[in-house]
């Protein structure tokens, strides 16, 4: 099993939907996980970071669940500037290192 | 405020050259980290050094990649030689010592392909 896994997707989305994306991992002793946002031939950005229960930010809503290991990304009232990949990313632990899932690609249309 | 620097953005080589890939992270960054990024494999850690010191070089594929840091605002990544499976998008990622883990700031990223 892959230490971070993702769907890879594409979610194919109306503008104004409620997408969800979840990320399963198989260290649990990683405290924290974080979201990565990537545009089509550009560099990952940090979206969101997630510890203990969650975290929410305007339209985005991340959560960590211990017990089932997955984090969850919601965006809700989806826009057409939202199409992008995004990559789950947990820490390994007791390193500086941090491993990124191969990601998730939305595309939001009209 | 500049951001992570890498040249090139884009390289094309034949199998065989020697490719070299530059990078210069944002200044005060104690961190500095390569990645490739390839369709199959997603994004990858190659190694990574702290106040100009490898850490950690488990990343690197083959003894045909080294790569270097003389100082605190420049790195190297080299390929020699160069094969067609090494094809990817390189990136260079900087981290300040007293952020968090996540916060990793990644520069435009390197295409490059080898015929």
């Known amino acids: 099993r892959k230490e971070v896994e993702q769907d890879p997707g594409p979610f194919n989305v109306p503008e104004g939907a409620t997408v969800a994306f979840n990320c399963t991992y198989s260290?649990?002793?990683?405290?924290?996980f974080f979201w990565y946002r990537q545009d089509c031939r550009k560099e990952p950005k940090l979206l969101m970071s997630v510890y203990s229960s969650g975290n929410e930010d305007g339209r985005f809503t991340a959560q960590l669940n211990r017990a089932s290991q997955y984090i969850s990304l919601l965006i809700r009232d989806s826009k057409l500037s939202d199409s992008a990949t995004y990559l789950c990313?947990?820490?390994?632990?007791?390193?500086?290192?941090?491993?990124f899932g191969t990601g998730t690609r939305l595309q939001v249309f009209p | 405020d500049a951001g992570v620097i890498q040249s090139p953005r884009h390289e094309v080589t034949e199998m065989g050259q020697e490719v070299t890939l530059r990078c210069k992270p944002i200044?005060?960054?104690?961190?500095l980290f390569w990645y490739r990024q390839t369709m199959m494999r997603g994004l990858e850690l190659l190694i990574y050094f702290n106040n100009n010191v490898p850490i950690d070089d488990s990343g690197m594929p083959e003894d045909r990649f080294s790569a270097k840091m003389p100082n605190a605002s420049f790195s190297t990544l080299k390929i020699q030689p160069s094969e067609p499976r090494d094809s990817a998008v390189y990136f260079c990622?900087?981290?300040?010592?007293?952020?968090?883990?996540?916060?990793?700031?990644f520069g435009p990223g390197t295409r490059l392909t080898v015929l």
């Open positions: 990622a900087s981290r300040p010592r007293d952020r968090p883990s996540d916060t990793q700031y």
């Open positions: 260290n649990s002793a990683s405290q924290s």
């Open positions: 200044s005060g960054h104690d961190y």
């Open positions: 990313v947990g820490p390994i632990y007791n390193t500086d290192k941090l491993i």
